[in-house]
């Protein structure tokens, strides 16, 4: 039953991610690589039946962080760079306000 508590815990991290950097200019760069660092080690901690699960929902979530962060830190930025890593699906967000859920 563990799964479910580390299941929510990087749930609401990335969510938490997401709507820290959306559309803002103000976001402090310096917490976002130990942040990307940490949801980065959360993903990869959980089953890959899990992260295969949730992956188009994570997809979006980080697609719409990376398109938020994009004109700020720039494609070869560390935290763009790990959050893209998480990232598996070819439907990705069209810009930060992308809520459509995949079919």
Not at 39 to 57: D, F, M, S
Not at 79 to 97: F, N, Q, W, Y
Request: charged share 30%.
């Amino acid at each position: 039953m563990r799964i479910y508590r580390e299941l929510y815990d990087f749930a609401s991290g990335a969510g938490a991610f997401e709507g820290y950097v959306y559309l803002k200019e103000a976001a402090d760069p310096k917490y976002l690589p130990k942040w990307a660092e940490n949801l980065a080690k959360q993903y990869q901690a959980l089953p890959e039946e899990v992260r295969n699960e949730i992956q188009p929902l994570l997809d979006g979530t980080l697609g719409r962080a990376v398109l938020s962060l994009l004109p700020y830190l720039g494609e070869e930025h560390e935290v763009i760079r790990k959050l893209k890593s998480m990232i598996k699906g070819d439907l990705l967000p069209t810009s930060p306000d992308d809520f459509n859920r995949p079919k």
